[in-house]
């Protein structure tokens, strides 16, 4: 409460021009105190207007006013200074519990301003004189008031420990130098201090790069985020705008078939009506004959029945059968079939278009700030973290080739198989694919064996050509697909045509490594070790698929990696 009283006190005793203690205090007219310096500049301001006011009540004087000087008002201002304002700022510099304190006061001791590295001490302002006015003190270092400068003691020798050891990354006192740490690249703290100093630069430049770097980084993020937004957008647009194209072709088409079907009814219509007409007419004509013949029947008199019968019994050839046959509910039903077959296709279309465009939009275009790509695993179990468990598709399976194990073995038959056309189908190279699509970090390992000829392991992207026995549908022979060659006398890689003979150990088993982002393709013999066979460097445009080629009588699995 007495410091609340000081400071209401410091209020009223106080310019409202220059906001400090007044100095030579004066009062206006009005009653309002100023500084004798200050309400004078303030007139002097105010001299072409030859009108005064005054700053607080903006009372005017058509006079500049005389100005006294008002000595009990400057009495009260020095004792104000003398008591209540030296009490408060000494009050307000004395160390708390958290603070440094003055290691030179007596009694209740000041904030430290500054601690001596030198003194192994910390002062207040008023002891800290010496250190900026005596020569003796010029060289002492100080630091912030610090609570720590007993850690600069050595515990061992009392001394101030201004040596650093290299051997032991410690500082120590001089004394420790030529004792227990004797024989120790030893340098002073300063020294050290030099060294470590730069290396915390290029530390500090690195940072400073790194910093730079990483907002261009998130500069071109940004900028991505936006391109992604304006790409998707533009994407949704264009398809939804292809999508309703497709759909008013379809409605078009269906409208066209109705006609054709509407048209073809009032045909056939037509031709009904036109015959049963025909009938009708010659149901009149029989019931009219009838009619004659029941007339001559009843004829009494003998000679007029015989004049007349020859003319009226007669009866003319019907122009129709006697029956017509009639299709109920079949008229259309070539029709019906036909739209069903289309609607077939459609769905087929749509579902493999469906899985290459959700395959193409979990395959990100562009990826700012790329990593550096991991390096290939070393051992079997690195492998492991990548492995995947693949199927292989019965709709690419070619004909000789007998699908087993959940889809997971293939074996060469001599017999053909009997699965239904498939657009998809290897129709001339006894040839499978899987039905997972590859990409990323994938590893799978393929147990093979040979029969007359061997087996291909292969990668292949999905839109490798199926129909006959051409290199553009055989793997390893176009720029579609990888293939290692295996059998029990060699190995040989086959890209484009293209062959390169592999030497290593002869295995059973192959593994497969993928890094679809990469572009890494790898080729290893896996038996109590994994050997690299072949390894591929390029750069894949789309999607993989695991793909296996089978020599007569041989077989593969795909190995449930464990």
Same mark, same amino acid.
């Given at each position: 409460?007495?410091?609340k009283?000081?400071?209401?006190?410091r209020?009223t005793f106080s310019c409202?021009i220059?906001?400090d203690?007044l100095?030579?205090?004066?009062?206006?007219?009005c009653?309002?105190s100023?500084?004798?310096k200050?309400?004078?500049?303030?007139?002097?301001?105010e001299?072409?207007k030859?009108?005064?006011s005054?700053?607080?009540?903006?009372?005017?004087?058509?006079?500049?006013?005389?100005?006294?000087k008002?000595?009990?008002?400057?009495?009260?201002?020095? +004792?104000?200074k003398?008591?209540?304002l030296?009490?408060?700022?000494?009050?307000?510099?004395?160390?708390?519990?958290e603070?440094?304190?003055?290691?030179?006061?007596?009694?209740?001791?000041l904030?430290?301003?500054?601690?001596c590295?030198?003194?192994?001490a910390?002062?207040?302002?008023?002891?800290?004189?010496?250190?900026?006015?005596s020569?003796?003190?010029?060289?002492?270092?100080?630091?912030e008031?610090?609570?720590n400068l007993?850690?600069n003691?050595c515990?061992?020798?009392?001394?101030?420990k201004?040596?650093?050891?290299?051997?032991?990354q410690?500082s120590?006192?001089?004394l420790?130098?030529?004792?227990q740490?004797?024989?120790?690249d030893?340098?002073?703290?300063?020294?050290?201090?030099t060294?470590?100093?730069k290396k915390l630069e290029?530390?500090?430049?690195?940072i400073q790069?790194?910093?730079?770097?990483?907002?261009?980084d998130?500069?071109?993020?940004q900028?991505?985020?936006?391109?992604?937004k304006v790409s998707a957008d533009?994407?949704?647009?264009d398809?939804e705008?292809?999508?309703?194209?497709?759909?008013h072709?379809?409605?078009?088409?269906?409208?066209?078939?109705?006609?054709q079907?509407r048209?073809?009814?009032?045909?056939?219509?037509s031709r009904?009506?036109?015959?049963e007409?025909?009938?009708q007419?010659?149901?009149?004509?029989?019931?009219?004959?009838e009619?004659?013949?029941?007339?001559? #029947?009843?004829?009494?008199?003998?000679?007029?029945?015989?004049?007349?019968?020859?003319?009226?019994?007669?009866?003319?050839?019907?122009?129709?059968s006697?029956?017509i046959?009639?299709?109920?509910?079949r008229?259309?039903?070539?029709?019906?079939a036909a739209?069903?077959?289309?609607?077939?296709?459609?769905?087929?279309?749509?579902?493999d278009t469906w899985?290459?465009i959700s395959?193409?939009?979990?395959?990100?275009?562009?990826?700012?700030?790329?990593?550096?790509p991991?390096?290939?695993?070393?051992?079997?179990?690195g492998?492991?973290?990548?492995?995947r468990?693949?199927?292989?598709?019965?709709n690419t399976?070619?004909?000789?080739?007998l699908?087993s194990?959940?889809?997971r073995k293939?074996?060469?038959m001599? +017999?053909q198989?009997?699965?239904p056309?498939?657009?998809?189908?290897f129709?001339g190279r006894?040839?499978v694919?899987s039905?997972e699509?590859?990409?990323?970090?994938?590893?799978w390992?393929?147990?093979?064996?040979e029969?007359g000829?061997?087996?291909f392991?292969?990668? #292949?992207?999905?839109n490798i050509?199926?129909?006959?026995s051409?290199?553009?549908?055989r793997?390893?022979?176009?720029?579609k697909?990888?293939a290692?060659d295996?059998?029990?006398?060699?190995?040989?890689f086959?890209y484009?045509?293209?062959?390169?003979?592999v030497s290593?150990?002869r295995?059973?088993?192959v593994g497969?490594?993928?890094?679809?982002?990469?572009?890494?393709?790898?080729?290893?013999s896996?038996?109590?070790?994994?050997?690299?066979?072949?390894?591929v460097?390029?750069t894949?445009t789309?999607?993989?698929h695991?793909?296996?080629f089978?020599?007569?009588? #041989?077989?593969?699995?795909?190995?449930?990696v464990?």
């Open positions: 409460m007495a410091q009283g000081v400071q209401l006190d209020e409202s220059c906001l203690l100095k030579d205090p004066v009062a206006t007219s009653g309002h100023y500084c004798m200050c309400i004078k500049a303030h007139w002097d301001g001299d072409q030859r009108i005064y005054c700053p607080q009540c903006r009372k005017t004087f058509t006079a500049r006013p005389d100005l006294e008002n000595t009990m008002l400057a009495a009260l201002v020095e +004792q104000l003398k008591t209540g030296q009490a408060a700022a000494a009050d307000h510099c004395y160390a708390g519990p603070d440094v304190a003055c290691d030179s006061c007596s009694g209740r001791k904030k430290a301003f500054k601690s590295l030198f003194c192994l910390s002062f207040c302002e008023k002891h800290l004189q010496p250190h900026y006015e020569p003796t003190f010029k060289k002492h270092q100080l630091v008031p610090s609570k007993q850690e003691i515990s061992r020798h009392d001394e101030v201004k040596m650093f050891c290299r051997t032991d410690q120590i006192c001089y420790c130098s030529v004792d740490h004797k024989g120790h030893t340098v002073s703290a300063a020294a050290e201090r060294e470590r100093q290029v530390s500090r430049l690195n790069q790194r910093i730079q770097d990483r907002r261009k998130v500069k071109l993020l900028q991505e985020l936006k391109d992604i533009k994407t949704v647009e398809s705008e292809m999508f309703t194209q497709m759909i072709l379809i409605q078009k088409r269906s409208s066209e078939v109705e006609q079907i048209s073809q009814q009032k045909t056939q219509e009904v009506k036109e015959l007409e025909k009938l007419q010659e149901i009149r004509d029989l019931e009219r004959k009619a004659e013949l029941k007339q001559l #029947s009843d004829t009494p008199d003998h000679s007029q029945f015989l004049h007349n019968y020859p003319s009226v019994s007669a009866l003319s050839e019907s122009t129709h006697s029956s046959s009639i299709r109920p509910l008229h259309f039903e070539d029709v019906t739209v069903k077959e289309l609607r077939g296709k459609v769905e087929d279309v749509l579902k899985t290459d395959l193409t939009l979990t395959q990100p275009d562009v990826l700012l700030s790329e990593p550096e991991e390096p290939e695993p070393k051992t079997r179990a492998f492991m973290r990548y492995s468990q693949i199927t292989l598709d019965p399976a070619n004909r000789k080739l699908l194990e959940g889809n293939v074996t060469f001599g +017999q198989q009997s699965y056309d498939h657009p998809d189908r129709t006894p040839q694919l039905r699509s590859l990409t990323g970090r994938c590893y390992e393929v147990e093979w064996r029969g000829r061997g087996v392991v292969s990668v #292949s992207y999905k050509s199926r129909a006959g051409g290199d553009e549908c793997f390893g022979f176009n720029d697909s990888w290692l295996c059998s029990q006398n060699s190995y040989n086959w484009n045509k293209t062959r390169t003979p290593g150990p295995s059973s088993r497969v490594y993928l890094d679809h982002r990469a572009g890494i393709l790898s080729f290893y896996v038996s109590e070790t994994m050997t690299l066979l072949h390894r460097q390029t894949f789309e999607p993989l695991a793909g296996l089978i020599g007569f009588c #041989s077989s593969a699995e795909l190995c449930e464990k």
